[in-house]
Nanobody
Framework: QVQLVESGGGLVQAGGSLSVSCASS????????MGWFRQAPGKEREFVAA????????NYADSVQGRFTITRDIVTNTVYLQMSSLNPEDTAVYYC????????????WGQGTQVTVSS
């Protein structure tokens, strides 16, 4: 049973920084990615950032490029998202995901953590 447990998030003023983390367990994936999506009220869930777990390569949505940084800890199987220069448009529930590479593989989700940026 794949488990993704998120922590962090909260309330921050515009221009501030915040981080979220996600610890994974219960899987034996060999080639996979972990990362983050987010969903704001009334909007669809959108991609934020991901990291190739083996290679460590990363990719970001254009909207967060240069402001957010995704990192991983191979020992603890934890992925981190450091967010800076936050603005109210970043307010959303942030969902961690894990997915093996390959067509049709299931994407597993964390429970979500709220990030609120006040103006």
């Amino acid at each position: 049973q794949v488990q993704l447990v998120e922590s962090g998030g909260g309330l921050v003023q515009a221009g501030g920084s915040l981080s979220v983390s996600c610890a994974s367990s219960g899987h034996t994936f060999s080639r996979y990615a972990m990362g983050w999506f987010r969903q704001a009220p009334g909007k669809e869930r959108e991609f934020v950032a991901a990291v190739n777990w083996r290679a460590g390569t990363t990719n970001y949505a254009d909207s967060v490029q240069g402001r957010f940084t995704i990192t991983r800890d191979i020992v603890t199987n934890t992925v981190y998202l450091q967010m800076s220069s936050l603005n109210p448009e970043d307010t959303a529930v942030y969902y961690c995901f894990a997915q093996e590479y390959g067509l049709g593989n299931e994407r597993f989700w964390g429970q979500g953590t709220q990030v609120t940026v006040s103006s």
